[in-house]
């Protein structure tokens, strides 16, 4: 078995070698690979301006909108029929910053920042207003907050600054009143943020839940491990929050924690998971009954040839499965990890390939015996998994889309409302929509009003 690094310098030139991976693997062949279940419906790349290709991150869906974050700005797509292309790029807003993380609240999004090198555009809808701490938010880092009242002309109203960036944010809904924890880590390594110094906080935001271009930051949460490892804390990446059950699931580099949120200000740790074989803790979503919480992976910080074992028992790159039906004590049931590998011309491009679990949904299914859960892994495509024996979890469906023989960099899949939506990055291939059969609209209960992926909330049509 693997060891956990311990270190977080180590762990963080992992993560940051992620971001240097800029060339999409090439296959040997142009077929796609898939179940006889799956079907791709349409794959629309993002589109920056005439000449320019995003490289997309995260979703986020309002209605019959889907916010397509990128690290040249947000991407504003509407789901329409099959005579139209499934899908139709509408807005664009234009200003770059590192991670893109996506979710919105009303006619605003939010949008992350996590390099300030990256957030170096400056004009009448970027980089136009003042920050809670600069004159300026050029290159600055932390949370942007864009309106999208006019889809064809998004305009920046406020920028949260927080140290350290936000790699992440996870939106709180209570009631009149919205909170976002930002996570962050010490990726960049400049004078405030580095290895030597740590993060080990949460970044806490607040606005009134009708109007986020009145942002305010609150301050920190410390979420440093117990006992710390042996330099500096880190932080978290990533969380899945239930308002309503007032609790969150958070993968914190080094662990994952459960937090009770009754008061959303000022989050408690409930619990701490600890795992020798995952490296880095990277997302965390709860199953619709509360039951059960899927912690992933991410292998080696998705550097290159991160995570690529081609062995559904592997523990290289997994989901795990932990029952938290006591969220004081959580228990560990199984795990899943991607059963394929792509078809690599030379050793060179395998070595440019990662497959490890990245972001996925669990399926809010009308059977609640069963338990599927729909992810991306990067250079593998989409998988879709039955855990309903979460100690003998099966593949039922996958896709692994390669036009011209290029292996995608998928970052994100979602189930929603009939369809899966995906969003690839430095493959450039853009916004994708595929259709696992069986699963529609019989099976699954439809979100009404959209979906925030990382915010839990069970409004159905």
């Not at 942007?144 to 920028?159: E, H, L, M, N, T």
């Not at 078809?343 to 069963?370: F, G, N």
Request: net charge negative; hydrophobic share 35%.
């Amino acid at each position: 078995m693997r060891s956990i690094i311990r270190k977080p310098g180590a762990l963080i030139a992992a993560l940051a070698v992620g971001l240097a991976f800029s060339v999409p693997a090439q296959a040997g062949h142009d077929e796609d690979l898939h179940s006889d279940n799956m079907k791709l419906l349409k794959r629309k790349a993002i589109k920056v301006s005439k000449d320019l290709i995003g490289q997309g991150s995260d979703l986020a869906f309002d209605g019959k909108r889907i916010y397509a974050g990128s690290y040249q700005g947000t991407a504003l797509y509407k789901i329409v029929g099959k005579k139209k292309g499934y899908i139709k790029q509408i807005g664009f807003h234009q200003c770059p910053g590192s991670q893109g993380d996506v979710s919105f609240v009303g006619k605003f999004v939010l949008v992350s920042v996590d390099a300030p090198a990256s957030n170096n555009v400056q004009n009448g809808v970027c980089n136009n207003t003042k920050t809670n701490d600069s004159d300026s938010s050029l290159e600055k880092e932390g949370v942007r907050i864009v309106d999208y009242s006019d889809p064809r002309q998004p305009k920046q109203v406020a920028f949260i600054e927080s140290t350290c960036g936000s790699h992440t944010h996870t939106l709180v809904p209570d009631g009149a009143t919205t909170y976002a924890y930002v996570l962050a880590y010490p990726i960049n390594q400049s004078d405030t943020c580095n290895a030597a110094v740590g993060h080990g906080a949460v970044g806490i935001i607040k606005f009134p839940t009708n109007n986020p271009g009145k942002a305010s930051f609150e301050g920190y949460f410390d979420v440093t491990p117990t006992p710390l490892p042996n330099d500096a804390p880190i932080g978290c990446h990533d969380l899945q929050a239930w308002p309503e059950r007032d609790i969150v699931i958070a993968a914190c580099i080094t662990e994952s924690q459960v937090w009770d949120i009754s008061d959303p200000a000022a989050p408690e740790i409930l619990a701490r998971i600890t795992n020798p074989d995952v490296q880095i803790h990277h997302s965390a979503a709860f199953s619709w009954d509360g039951k059960y919480a899927i912690i992933s992976d991410e292998y080696g910080g998705a550097a290159g040839g991160g995570g690529c074992a081609g062995d559904k028992d592997s523990t290289i790159g997994a989901m795990w499965f932990y029952d938290i039906s006591d969220p004081t004590a959580p228990s560990l049931e199984g795990h899943y990890s991607l059963p394929r590998i792509p078809v690599w011309d030379d050793e060179q491009e395998a070595q440019r390939s990662r497959c490890t679990t990245h972001l996925y949904t669990i399926l809010p299914m009308k059977d609640e015996s069963k338990y599927i859960a729909v992810s991306s892994y990067y250079s593998g495509g989409i998988s879709a998994v039955d855990f309903t024996d979460p100690a003998n979890p099966e593949e039922i469906g996958y896709y692994l889309h390669q036009p011209g023989g290029i292996v995608p960099d998928m970052w994100s899949s979602y189930w929603y409302n009939g369809r899966i939506y995906t969003n690839d990055h430095l493959s450039g291939q853009g916004v994708g929509v595929y259709k696992l059969k069986g699963f529609g609209r019989k099976q699954v209960r439809f979100y009404d009003g959209g979906l925030n992926p990382q915010t839990q909330i069970a409004k159905f049509k």
